[in-house]
């Protein structure tokens, strides 16, 4: 058991790409948790995903050894975050664990949108928050103003924000020395009842499930019978330890600390992070405040290109599911594609990192439909129902109201652009909010706007419009009744599920010429004109026609082309692999969602 | 032609030479060709005999083609010389058909004559256009009264069968400026016409041009030109044998036709392909290398490719389904009504079956057709399909 007076627990949050994973690389090797030989940059980033994108997906825990200036040795258990919207989840409960925050800024980029929203979360949860600015050997770095910004938002004097390079390790003594004078020790009562908070969990194919838990009161042995409270089971902590990062068991373990647990429960889903651990011969009587669960934002139909996947899909979804509680999904049918799921992801990132993991690490080959959100219809009977998929929507007859999901949208960039951002935002349905000034030439903007704005190419958009400089923050709040048609596309007279859509009646005109505009441009010529119309209801609003192929031979085939003739004809016939017959039309697969990219034209 | 006739030259003998040499490289030519090598032509012809001479001797040859290239570029007797070389291993049948491609530039009475003493009986014109604006972006040389002077000296010289090859769909052409042509040519009264869309290849100056900016060749445009084509060559009394391949009956290129109907020819000269024995043969495609390869006594060969019995099936079809005659049923045909590709094309019009024949009814969809036709699955495909 460590004495909690000499444990220090923070989190490392920032924006994504202000280098947390690399400060926590810095932080392994001054410690020596981690010797020079085995080191390997964000070596925290174990995913194979994580390391080729070069991002954090998943939250990581390490604990570090540190004899500080004062003589004393002290243990830090530092937790590095993601950074991207979509896992601000993860950051969430990460903080739960901790009491204080580590917040990075890059010393050029200055106080982003992530930058300010885990800054909220840190001081909403009642964190000792330590602003620091990263990056400082970069040429462009310009630490006074950074921290000029950060004490906007935190308070307190620039003098006092700390500067370093993850990269040179500048700063990096100092950072530890404050880590150890500021982040305040855990002050839980070693004789209260155990109450341990499961702050993650992964699974391992040998060892079954391993939790995170940080204990908040009372100790924990090893071998001790335990309670969940929440799933109320009941397990032996077979095996309790530290990460340092290898994995060392120890015999007991008291508040403050952080720890994993091996319990031999092989099902994830037994198991729910945010539960309280106590002790099942002396529980305590009130579990720790949990987390709200994670919930899915976007949807998206995914159909395996060949029907007879189906089944490896699903296979495939489960195991995914083991390492991310936050994936949902339900089996789907669609005319158009066959049978597949209609799968909930975080956010677009999320949906893109699920789907090349299909792929990729399961072989599979997958048509996914446009994202939507999920609708709130009160039928006419007064009943309410969620639908994830337009094809449920159903008809205005039958239904009294449609409401959809908004979300506040932060958005902080240089003030130069408020212009084109307000413009940008009213287009899409938003209500505009306050508009805050971070510093002279910085401004943070919020709006209220229904998710389904900005799921799909708002970002994109927005960094164009703003050269690159704009970052977002978003969370949801709540939903609100809108009026709602649902646009179908017609291939060659019949209707293709999979590209309908729910949009605003005010926008159901554009949605359908430009859907119909982009598809004739997706979808090759065939043997005969393929009429495509978008309509509501019955009610046709646009058409377009893929005229008929008219030509398609070599002009000439003598006894020297014939080889070379065929190998031409067999790579042709290649590219025609990744069509799908919808009706007697053949689609390419990335029509279905490429039809709805942003035109360069709207950039 | 009927099709049993179209199907007996498969077991016709052919001969293919081809003379890489012209006067300088059009802007669309990807053929094995070389400008401003004339010098080492008298090399070129001792090179091509002696492939010849040491070539598996066989039965006499019933058609032969001199391709290139610029064949009319080298002199009658050096063609003559090469004709001989292919009579004494070989042996040339009576009747034979002895072709050569020639650039109307390089032919009068006078020259005409002397082919015709070598011993061709065959002269194909590379016309081109006869539309001054089109030779000029085509970048052609000659002229189009020269075109039509030239097909005129070799019917006074006495070839009793006489070709143009027309281009379509280049810069600069018209709807009305395509008619005149094809009109032009058939006033001339060559006895067979081919008609070729101007295709983009990769790594021509045409390329290149249209990766700058330079409009590319249309489609549609060209499906039209097409059309044009048959309608007149049809009033004219000409029929479609193939895709691009229109003649007055009895005047259809025979070696060609032996090519398309899955019969053997034997290839001599700079990157020649054969076909004998199943194998298809390539030769080396660069003249020094080809030149030093036969002058050291070897065999030219850049690679060979045999041909398991499903791929020679699919070969027949996919070869001879440019033919208006189409192919008779077997394996492949049956396999290609049974694909579900293949009975839409079959439902779209594209293609018909006449009870013992597969034809294609709409000639501009060939390709299409046949990507069909190479992905039908046969047979167990043993693992000889080599490919060197
Ligand atoms: N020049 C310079 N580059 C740095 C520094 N710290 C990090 N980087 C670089 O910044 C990029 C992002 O670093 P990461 O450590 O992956 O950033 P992160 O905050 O963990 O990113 P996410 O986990 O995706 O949010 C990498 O290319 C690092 O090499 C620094 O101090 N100086
Ligand atoms: S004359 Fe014929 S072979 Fe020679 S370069 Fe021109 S197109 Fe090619
Ligand atoms: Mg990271």
């Known amino acids: ?603 | 032609m009927t099709s049993d006739e179209a199907d007996a030259l498969a077991s016709s003998p052919a001969v293919y030479v081809h003379i890489p040499f012209c006067a300088r490289v059009c802007p669309y030519c990807d053929f094995a060709v070389v400008a401003g090598r004339d010098d080492v032509a008298g090399r070129y012809v001792d090179a091509v005999v002696a492939e010849i001479r040491s070539a598996e001797p066989w039965r006499p040859v019933e058609s032969v083609y001199f391709g290139g290239g610029t064949p009319s570029r080298l002199e009658p007797g050096h063609l003559a010389r090469i004709l001989d070389a292919i009579a004494d291993r070989h042996g040339i049948a009576d009747g034979s058909e002895i072709s050569l491609e020639a650039n109307p530039e390089d032919i009068d009475t006078q020259r005409a004559g002397d082919l015709i003493a070598a011993g061709f009986n065959r002269i194909s014109f590379g016309v081109q256009s006869l539309d001054d604006r089109v030779l000029v972006s085509l970048g052609r040389r000659h002229t189009p009264p020269a075109a039509l002077s030239a097909v005129r000296s070799a019917r006074d010289a006495g070839f009793a069968n006489v070709s143009a090859d027309l281009i379509f769909g280049a810069p600069g052409e018209t709807d009305e400026s395509w008619q005149q042509s094809v009109s032009s040519a058939l006033a001339s009264e060559v006895d067979h016409v081919s008609c070729y869309a101007l295709t983009v290849e990769k790594g021509t100056e045409l390329h290149r041009r249209i990766l700058a900016g330079a409009p590319a060749p249309d489609g549609d445009v060209q499906a039209d030109r097409w059309e044009t084509a048959d309608r007149l060559l049809g009033e004219a009394g000409m029929a479609r044998y193939e895709v691009s391949n229109w003649s007055r009956p009895g005047f259809e290129c025979r070696y060609n036709l032996t090519v398309w109907a899955q019969g053997e020819y034997e290839a001599y000269g700079l990157g020649a392909h054969g076909f004998r024995d199943g194998v298809r043969t390539r030769n080396l495609r660069h003249l020094d290398t080809y030149l030093e390869t036969v002058e050291s006594g070897k065999r030219p060969l850049a690679g060979t490719e045999t041909l398991s019995e499903w791929d020679a099936e699919l070969d027949r079809l996919f070869v001879g389904l440019r033919r208006a005659v189409g192919v008779a049923h077997g394996p492949g045909t049956r396999a290609f009504l049974g694909d579900p590709d293949g009975v839409r094309l079959l439902e779209a019009g594209v293609v018909a079956d006449t009870g013992d024949r597969l034809v294609v009814v709409n000639p501009l969809l060939t390709d299409w057709v046949d990507r069909v036709v190479l992905s039908l699955r046969g047979w167990e495909e043993p693992a000889g399909a080599d490919i060197v």
Request: one cysteine or more; hydrophobic letters at 40%; glycine letters at 8%.
């Open chain 1, 1 to 603: 058991m460590t004495d909690q007076a000499r444990i220090r627990n923070f989190s490392i949050i920032a924006h994504i790409d202000h280098g947390k994973s690399t400060l926590a690389d810095r932080l392994l090797e001054r410690t020596g948790a981690v010797e020079a030989r085995d080191m390997r940059e964000q070596l925290l980033d174990s995913m194979d995903l994580e390391r080729e994108r070069g991002i954090t997906i998943k939250a990581q825990t390490v604990r570090l050894p540190y004899k500080a200036s004062d003589g004393h040795d002290y243990v830090l258990n530092l937790i590095d975050t993601p950074g991207h919207v979509d896992f601000s989840y993860e950051v969430s409960r990460s903080l739960a664990a901790c009491e204080g925050a580590l917040l990075l800024a890059d010393a050029a980029q200055g106080v982003q949108a992530q930058t300010l929203a885990n800054a909220y979360l840190a001081i909403e949860a009642g964190l000792e928050v330590i602003p620091a600015i990263n990056k400082i050997d970069l040429p462009a770095a310009d630490p006074e103003r950074v921290a000029q910004e950060m004490v906007n938002i935190l308070g307190g004097d620039t003098d006092s924000v700390l500067r370093l390079s993850a990269k040179t390790g500048q700063g990096v003594d100092e950072l530890l020395e404050a880590l150890v004078a500021h982040v305040p020790a855990p002050t839980g009562d070693p004789d209260a009842p155990l109450r341990a908070l499961v702050f993650d969990s992964y699974f391992d194919a040998f060892r079954g499930v391993v939790c995170y838990i940080r204990v908040v009161d009372g100790r924990l042995g090893a071998g001790d019978a335990i309670r969940f409270m929440a799933t109320g089971e009941v397990h032996d902590a077979n095996e309790i330890g530290y990460l340092t990062p290898k994995a060392v068991p120890v015999g007991e373990i008291g508040p403050g600390e952080v720890a994993y647990l091996i319990t031999g429960v092989k099902e994830i889903d037994r198991i729910k992070v945010g539960d309280t651990i106590t002790l099942a011969r002396n529980p305590a009587n009130d579990p720790l405040p949990g987390y709200k669960e994670p919930k899915p934002m976007v949807f998206s139909g995914l159909f395996p290109t060949d029907g007879d996947d189906y089944e490896k899909l699903r296979e495939a979804l489960e195991k995914l599911r083991l390492n991310d509680a936050s994936l949902s999904w339900e089996p789907e049918t669609s005319k158009a594609l066959g049978f597949g799921f209609r799968v909930g992801f975080l956010g677009l990132l999320h949906m893109e990192i699920v789907r090349e993991r299909l792929e990729r690490e399961y072989d599979l080959d997958l048509v996914a439909t446009a994202p939507s959100v999920a609708y709130k219809v009160t039928l006419n009977d007064g009943s309410e129902i969620t639908i994830k998929s337009p094809q449920d929507l159903p008809e205005p007859t039958e239904r009294r109201e449609v409401a959809e999901p908004y979300v506040k949208v932060m958005i902080l960039a240089p003030s130069e652009f408020v212009g084109p951002i307000m413009e940008l935002a009213t287009s899409r349905r938003a209500v505009v909010g306050n508009m805050n000034y971070l510093g002279p030439e910085r401004v943070e903007m919020d709006f209220e706007i229904p998710l389904a704005e900005i799921v799909f190419d708002f970002f994109d958009l927005l960094k164009s419009k703003t050269k690159g400089y704009a970052s977002l923050d978003y969370e949801p709040i709540g939903y609100r009744a809108s009026d709602l048609v649902k646009v179908d596309i017609l291939l060659n007279g019949i209707p293709v599920d999979a590209f309908s859509a729910i949009v605003h009646r005010d926008k159901a005109y554009d949605y359908g010429t430009k859907m119909t505009g982009r598809l004739r441009n997706l979808i090759p010529r065939q043997l005969f004109d393929v009429p495509i119309q978008a309509a509501i209801g019955g009610r046709i609003i646009s058409r377009e026609t893929v005229k008929a192929r008219r030509k398609d031979v070599t002009a000439k085939c003598y006894g020297g082309d014939i080889s070379r003739k065929k190998k031409l004809l067999q790579r042709q016939k290649e590219g025609k692999k990744r069509m799908k017959m919808v009706g007697s039309v053949e689609v390419p697969q990335e029509a279905f969602v490429a039809a709805l990219r942003v035109d360069d034209d709207e950039k």
